[in-house]
């Protein structure tokens, strides 16, 4: 019987603050969890940085230029068909 209260994971309760300072506490947990969060985070290298910028800008000035393609296309055709 022992075993399964061991081996159970017991939560501590966490004691809450006065209810008049509890925003200013959450705040400061919240940045010290996201201080950590980003402590965790792999960061890319400069190298995979400037390729991933790249394809990043190829990517635009294609979809860009796509866009302005199927513009002048529908734009002839509608003056097509109206004019």
């Known amino acids: 019987m ?3 209260v061991k ?3 017991v939560k501590q309760t ?3 603050p006065f209810i008049l300072i509890r925003p200013i506490v ?3 947990r919240y940045l010290r969890d996201s201080w950590h969060e980003i402590r965790q985070v792999r960061w890319p290298s400069r ?3 400037w390729k991933l910028f790249f394809a990043i ?3 635009t000035f294609l979809f860009g230029a796509i866009i ?3 513009d002048v296309f529908f734009t002839w055709l509608f ?3 109206i004019g």
């Open 2 to 4: 022992a075993e399964k």
């Open 7 to 9: 081996a159970k994971k």
């Open 14 to 16: 966490e004691k809450k």
């Open 26 to 28: 959450y705040f400061f």
């Open 47 to 49: 190298k995979a940085t």
């Open 57 to 59: 800008i190829i990517y």
């Open 68 to 70: 302005m393609l199927l």
């Open 79 to 81: 003056n097509l068909i």
